[in-house]
């Protein structure tokens, strides 16, 4: 069995960060292990929430814990999702090189969580500028969205040739993958959701049906997606055969979620789905 140590946000109620990616990832069969940045009643989205921001010390502390009982070596891959302040970051790079060297075969996936003001997803002051300056050169694999594509690239994106553009530039900053988790309006076809996967080999494009909610859209969307496509990665899948399941799985449990008229993801009932898609979505090489 492989093992992930998923740094990320726990929300009590509801589903985003930790609770929407550890649940997939053990469905799975991956165990996954949660370092949570935050605890929070509920996602930001919300727009009111109480709880904490967990200490930076504790990163470090619970880090050293595992290596003491020498469980640091079984660790396969360390996923980064919302980090709740910025000092944080070097501790989960830390966190990352302690890994890495008790398991040289571990690797690190960054979802760059940098916040969307406009949805009301709340990031602290100087998570991004860490994401960009010092994350993204050290991971393995990472996973933006449109905005934190903008943002890592340094780029215009404002169509479909752009956000190849902008992948590229990322590739040529250290990840060895990207996997694009939402090209909102700027893919080839507005109507659909749209993710692209590129790695040194190419690019892979993917279309889903966009589920139109009503009044406002799921989040932790992108914390399952990643954690899916890790998952599946450490279950010995390609990356092309990774990607086509988790577009098909994420897309199974947003038809769940739109068909119970929640806002929260509907994960537990979609359950089955995420481990046996019924969707059979292909992925098409572009570049």
Same mark, same amino acid.
């Given at each position: ?32 292990? =949660? ?12 727009? @009111? ?7 930076? $010390? ?12 020498? =469980?640091?070596? $079984? ?32 690797? *690190? ?33 990472? =996973? ?23 992948? $590229? ?38 279309? @889903? ?6 009044? @406002? ?53 979609? @359950?089955? *789905? ?8 292909? =992925?098409?090489?572009?570049?």
């Amino acid at each position: 069995m492989k093992n992930v140590l998923s740094i990320q946000s726990h929300v009590v109620y509801g589903y985003a960060g930790n609770k929407a990616a550890v649940l997939p990832m053990q469905l799975l069969g991956v165990d996954a292990w =949660a370092l949570n940045t935050v605890q929070f009643s509920n996602h930001t989205q919300y727009q @009111r929430w109480k709880g904490m921001v967990i200490p930076k $010390e504790q990163i470090a502390e619970i880090t050293q814990g595992i290596a003491d009982i020498g =469980a640091l070596s $079984e660790c396969d891959a360390v996923l980064s999702g919302y980090i709740g302040a910025a000092e944080q970051g070097q501790e989960i790079l830390n966190t990352v090189n302690a890994v890495k060297k008790a398991n040289p075969n571990a690797i *690190y996936f960054c979802d760059p969580v940098m916040g969307h003001p406009d949805k009301g997803c709340v990031v602290a002051p100087g998570v991004a500028e860490f994401l960009v300056s010092d994350a993204m050169s050290q991971a393995d694999i990472i =996973a933006p969205n449109l905005v934190e594509l903008r943002e890592l690239s340094g780029l215009t994106v404002e169509n479909f040739s752009q956000a190849l553009a902008a992948i $590229e530039a990322i590739l040529a900053k250290g990840p060895k993958t990207v996997l694009v988790k939402h090209l909102s309006k700027v893919g080839q076809d507005p109507n659909k959701f749209e993710m692209v996967l590129a790695t040194q080999q190419g690019m892979w494009h993917i279309s @889903r049906p966009l589920h139109e909610f009503v009044g @406002r859209d799921p989040v932790g969307v992108g914390d399952m997606t990643s954690a899916i496509f890790l998952a599946n990665l450490l279950n010995g899948k390609s990356e092309i055969e990774a990607f086509e399941h988790t577009a098909n799985a994420v897309n199974d449990v947003m038809t769940v979620t739109k068909e119970s008229q929640k806002y929260e993801l509907q994960i537990i009932p979609a @359950r089955n *789905y995420i481990v046996n898609p019924i969707s059979q979505y292909k =992925a098409v090489k572009i570049a």
